[in-house]
């Protein structure tokens, strides 16, 4: 078992629309996830995008991207191999792990159950 920070982690249900096309809305959790980061979609422009790395809890490499789409500037979010990693249906959850430093942590929580304690702390 891995030791889970205590800030509220940020969640998602994934659709198959969002696997497909990458395209994930940034709801709530998210939005204040990237707080963390410094990321604040009210104050980004239309076409911005900035990145986090992370890992998935197999400990391969990811990207979190948060961003504005260009025309209408929608928030918007993805996770670099998301599909290899989770499918339609599935819960993934954003958390950190505490190692020498903090590490972002990409959970698929429908995976891995013994995880679902992470989303009982989101409330």
Not at 87 to 112: H, M
Request: charge should be positive; aromatic fraction near 8%; charged fraction near 30%.
């Amino acid at each position: 078992m891995i030791r889970i920070k205590a800030t509220p982690p940020a969640f998602i249900v994934l659709s198959e629309t969002m696997l497909n096309k990458a395209i994930i809305d940034a709801n709530g959790t998210i939005r204040q996830f990237g707080r963390l980061f410094g990321i604040d979609f009210d104050e980004m422009e239309a076409g911005d995008r900035k990145q986090v790395e992370a890992e998935f809890l197999d400990g391969t490499p990811t990207t979190l991207s948060f961003y504005k789409t260009r025309n209408r500037g929608d928030r918007r979010f993805s996770i670099r191999g998301i599909k290899k990693q989770a499918g339609a249906g599935d819960t993934v959850a954003l958390t950190f792990r505490l190692n020498k430093g903090r590490t972002v942590l990409v959970i698929n929580v429908t995976r891995n159950p013994e995880y679902e304690f992470v989303l009982e702390a989101a409330g």
